[in-house]
């Protein structure tokens, strides 16, 4: 269905938008959900974080394996090759990688994305 990032500061106990966009833009993404639906929430505090990072990595390669009939583990060694984070074919682990390093692999899946006539952004 989809994915939505959205920051927020905490004051007085309360969990407030950082922008008044990003309240539009939560109250528009539960209007599309059907009712009844399940919905998944991940809170993460600190930093930019690496599990929303991870969360998408994951969603994108699984979309690009779906389009072109690769593996899973296809793509995501792919990403890992092309951004130089395998060596004599033992890969680093998404889990291991830096932000910067994740942000890297990002990039390079939506330009795997775009050859492939998908966009991942």
Do not use: W
Request: some cysteine.
């Amino acid at each position: 269905m989809g994915h939505i990032h959205i920051q927020f500061t905490k004051r007085g106990g309360k969990l407030n938008y950082q922008k008044k966009a990003f309240e539009k833009l939560y109250r528009e993404f539960i209007d599309k959900i059907p009712e009844g639906h399940v919905a998944h929430m991940l809170i993460e505090t600190g930093e930019l974080g690496l599990l929303s990072q991870l969360a998408i990595l994951h969603k994108n390669i699984r979309t690009l394996s779906r389009h072109t009939g690769s593996s899973f583990k296809e793509i995501k060694n792919e990403v890992k090759e092309e951004c130089g984070f395998c060596i004599n074919g033992e890969c680093k682990s998404f889990a291991d990688m830096t932000k910067e390093e994740l942000e890297d692999c990002k990039e390079t899946l939506i330009q795997l994305g775009e050859f492939a006539g998908i966009n991942l952004r």
